[in-house]
């Protein structure tokens, strides 16, 4: 690594950060022209702000709450109370103030709720992870994309739950940023595994899989920026990730149809189901109903919805990937779409890319046991094949591991080891 690069990097980074920090929301409502909540924060302030004589609880002061913060909080709560009791009642007693509700807060927490649920996902992506490093080998050319979405996924939902806790121009973008990061990546993950775009076994797919990296990448980039640094505009964010999530949810709909009614499995209509699942808990969010008790609103419960879908996706992504495995360890099909290479096929494959490389392949055992191998361990520099045999001898596999063309010379030629 060159430290030098990391350093600038590093910095550049962190002047990005600071410069996001300084761009704040402009979110007028209705209570913050309300005339008894201005007089009411006016007053407060004077009275309690004054030559620093306000003493916050230090639970408070941890989470940065100031004198006139605590003001504004109290106020909103007092104005609210008042038209909540009012008599005759009023039609709509609860307004918002700084484009949110007025929740109660708890430990200091302004949306404790929105919290607690944040936290349910970054478990669910927490367990789900272990899960998939159980149960998906390393070898296997899929695992490294569902743990970064794994690791999207706890990284959104860690700046949801800091979010909630304060609201602040800064942690609202961190926000905004980790949840159109985890949508686009959904998207990103939707094409690679649909089209498995991890696959080495044709030349066009690392190519495509490069073009596809590069593209949401860069969409990724302009989106950031333009959130940042041209206009913080709501309405577009909202349709930016509205868009990316329906095309990556039609996508995962068509291929359960399609799967199902090749394969007849249940388990390959899942995505369609959590798709459904998704789409009714988002549904709240059209509700936007003043919050229960104070606690509890619309935003909160979609965050409370999402945590089964979450679970019910890790259970598809190891199904999947162990149906993929199975299918191929005993050279037939499974429900995933053909890999195109049979057990004689990739073997073949695989001695025309060692003597591509200039390496040998040496086979000692009949090629009918072979399974398709991903061609990264053709980078290992090791002895030729080594089997392993399980306790089912039917399910017998091999470690296809290359020798350099140096290591050759005492050996006889390759092709008296082949066994076909």
């Known amino acids: 690594m060159n430290i030098g690069v990391g350093r600038v990097n590093l910095y550049a980074l962190f002047a990005f950060v600071f410069l996001a920090s300084l761009i704040g929301r402009s979110n007028a409502s209705l209570g913050d022209h309300l005339p008894d909540f201005k007089e009411c924060v006016q007053v407060c302030k004077t009275e309690n702000c004054q030559d620093g004589n ?108 800091i979010f909630h806790t304060r609201d602040f121009p800064l942690t609202e973008k961190l926000d905004y940023w980790g949840a159109g990061a985890s949508v686009l990546y959904g998207l990103y993950l939707a094409v690679i595994r649909i089209f ?27 989106h950031v920026s333009y959130l940042t640094f041209w206009s913080w505009d709501y309405t577009y964010n909202m349709m930016a990730n509205v868009v990316v999530g329906i095309v990556q ?56 919805g999402t945590v089964v879908p979450a679970v019910w996706w890790y259970s598809f992504l190891i199904r999947d990937t162990q149906d993929d495995i199975a299918a191929h360890r005993h050279g037939g099909s499974s429900s995933n779409e053909d890999w195109g290479c049979s057990p004689t096929r990739l073997f073949t494959q695989l001695i025309s890319t060692a003597a591509n490389a200039g390496k040998y392949v040496i086979a000692t055992s009949p090629v009918a046991s072979l399974v398709c191998v991903p061609r990264h361990l053709l980078t290992a520099k090791a002895v030729a094949i080594n089997r392993v045999s399980p306790p089912n001898p039917s399910a017998a596999f091999f470690f296809v591991q290359v020798l350099p063309s140096s290591s050759t010379s005492t050996l006889p030629e390759a092709s008296e080891h082949l066994s076909f």
């Open 54 to 161: 306000s003493v916050l609880p230090l639970h408070h002061r941890l989470l940065l709450w100031t004198c006139p913060a605590e003001c504004d909080y109290t106020c909103q709560h007092v104005v609210t109370d008042r038209r909540v009791s009012r008599d005759p009642p009023m039609i709509s007693p609860v307004v918002q103030f700084h484009g949110k509700w007025p929740f109660r807060r708890l430990l200091g927490m302004q949306e404790p709720f929105s919290v607690l649920f944040s936290f349910f996902n970054f478990a669910a992506h927490w367990h789900g992870m272990s899960r998939v490093q159980e149960s998906i080998p390393a070898w296997h050319s899929l695992r490294p994309y569902y743990m970064m979405f794994g690791y999207i996924g706890l990284a959104s939902w860690s700046f949801s739950m």
């Open 249 to 304: 949810n039609l996508m995962w709909t068509g291929f359960s149809i399609f799967r199902y009614q090749r394969h007849l499995k249940s388990w390959t209509a899942w995505p369609g189901m959590i798709v459904a699942w998704i789409i009714m808990a988002m549904s709240l969010e059209l509700l936007d109903f003043p919050p229960w008790n104070g606690l509890i609103d619309a935003h909160s419960l979609w965050h409370l």
């Open 196 to 222: 498995r775009l991890d696959l080495e076994n044709t030349p066009y797919r690392p190519t495509l899989r490069r073009l596809w990296t590069a593209v949401c990448v860069l969409l990724y980039t302009l």
